[in-house]
């Protein structure tokens, strides 16, 4: 019942936590330079229809009022409508959210056995050459940025080994081989982004727990090396690292903006810059918002499952 209650009590509180970062959401973008207004109608519009448009928009209203108008609205599935095009947000929003969704999908499916694979490798065969050579390896990756990564493999993949489009621009009408061969390489650019912190996290985790008594009484009983990994290291060195994944969630929903940027790739990142560019307020709000549930959430499923591997956790909990 405690570890009931323990979960219970994260959820409310990430519930909390997303209505305060709502409340500085609003905020901060209800005071960005400009005037939304000028930006619709342009420089040389009258007084007279700014006053006219701005009334429309209940940019007249206090913010508290506009707030609670939006979160009301937002509640009820109702993002409003683009302050520039007049379309409601949810229809602008959707196709981006799949196509970054289906980005993301994509990045964290490779993101498993990146991470898992030469970690292993490297806690079993530490201090041997393969063990050196993929720390080498992962701290050269851990010094390139995203976007000069995201152009090496351009480069690499396009013009010297052309085997995918130079650009991920990709619509409804794309057929399906064709739009996953528009997601490798940016996906591929964010998994290696991801990847290499778990990998040295989940090394350097593994490498003791492998040391401790209850692996190598497993191993003393004669269980293959598969197993012992399997059943006893990796649940308990799997928490620390959960939490590292976590973290990669609030990297996937920044970087991917730089990442979609470099392949043209029109999803949700490419959306709030050029949301960001027009101030558009209506379309800002609704995906910095979308981008703080799915953090949010992220943060507390990483929570909720590394209390279910630890047994020690669970015990405290319990």
């Known amino acids: 019942m405690r570890l009931l209650r323990v979960v219970f009590s994260r959820v409310l509180l990430s519930f909390f936590t997303l209505i305060v970062v709502s ?16 930006r619709v109608l342009g420089r040389d519009a009258t007084e007279q229809s700014l006053a006219s448009l701005r009334e429309r928009m209940g940019l ?30 949810t ?5 981006k ?44 990756l851990l010094a390139i940025p995203d976007f000069l990564l995201a152009t090496i493999l351009l ?13 991920s621009n990709v619509g409804e009408t794309t057929e399906f081989w064709s739009y996953l061969r528009a997601l490798v390489l940016p996906g591929i650019t964010l998994t290696i982004v991801m990847a290499i ?15 401790s008594a209850y692996v190598r009484m497993a191993e003393l009983k004669g269980l293959p090396l598969r197993l012992v990994i399997i059943r006893h290291a990796l649940p308990n060195a799997l928490g620390p690292t959960l939490n590292v994944t976590a973290l990669n969630l609030g990297y996937l929903i920044g970087g991917v903006m730089i990442v979609e940027k470099v392949f043209a790739f029109p999803g949700y990142g490419t959306l709030l810059v050029d949301s960001i560019r027009f101030l558009d307020i209506a379309v800002i709000e609704a995906s910095v918002l979308l981008a703080s549930v799915i953090y949010i959430v992220g943060n507390l499923l990483a929570d909720i499952v590394t209390i279910a591997l630890n047994p020690k956790l669970k015990i405290d909990a319990s």
């Open 23 to 38: 409340v500085l959401i609003f905020s901060f973008v209800e005071v960005l330079p400009g005037d939304v207004a000028k």
């Open 91 to 95: 229809e602008i929003l959707a196709p």
């Open 197 to 211: 912190y778990a990998v040295r996290m989940l090394r350097d985790n593994l490498v003791e727990v492998l040391d």
């Open 155 to 167: 480069l690499t993949f396009v013009l010297a080994i052309p085997l995918f489009p130079a650009t």
């Open 97 to 140: 959210v799949f196509n970054t969704l289906m980005l993301s999908i994509f990045a964290l499916l490779l993101y498993i056995p990146m991470a898992l694979i030469p970690a292993i490798i490297q806690a079993v065969h530490l201090d041997r050459p393969i063990d050196h050579f993929l720390s080498v390896v992962t701290l050269v």
């Open 60 to 89: 007249n209203e206090p913010v508290p009022a506009r707030y609670v108008r939006w979160l009301s609205g937002v509640l009820r599935g109702d993002l409003g409508r683009s302050h520039v095009s007049s379309r409601p947000v």
